[in-house]
């Protein structure tokens, strides 16, 4: 099992950044993929970000390239979600996630591909 929390949300101004961090338990999670959705109210859980266990192979959801940036920190049992240029339309709970199955596959955007989620944490981007 692998719990997983996130941390660093808040309310941030338009063109402002966030960091957002994500620890994570257990031995084997250098093993999983990792990867970053997010939920606005009304709407459903998005896929934003992803990166393979060694972080060598990083997807990112067309709505976020250029801004955000995933890495992790393996050592650490750590992972981020570095938020630049923040627009009113990145509001939502951001939560991380974990892949224990996929393997060899880099597009995997579908939340039910996560095994392991943590409890989200809210980024508000003022106008």
């Known amino acids: 099992q692998v719990q997983l929390v996130e941390s660093g949300g808040g309310l941030v101004q338009a063109g402002g950044s966030l960091r957002l961090s994500c620890a994570a338990s257990?031995?084997?999670?250098?093993?999983?993929?990792m990867g970053w959705f997010r939920q606005a109210p009304g709407k459903e859980r998005e896929f934003v970000a992803r990166?393979?266990?060694?972080?060598?192979?990083?997807y990112y959801a067309d709505s976020v390239k250029g801004r955000f940036t995933i890495s992790r920190d393996n050592a650490k049992n750590m992972v981020y979600l570095q938020m630049n240029s923040l627009k009113p339309e990145d509001t939502a709970v951001y939560y991380c996630?974990?892949?224990?199955?996929?393997?060899?596959?880099?597009?995997?955007?579908?939340?039910?591909?996560?095994?392991?989620w943590g409890q989200g944490t809210q980024v508000t981007v003022s106008s």
């Open positions: 990166v393979s266990w060694s972080g060598s192979s990083i």
């Open positions: 257990g031995r084997t999670f250098s093993t999983y993929a």
């Open positions: 996630a974990a892949d224990s199955r996929s393997r060899g596959v880099v597009r995997v955007t579908a939340a039910t591909s996560y095994d392991y």
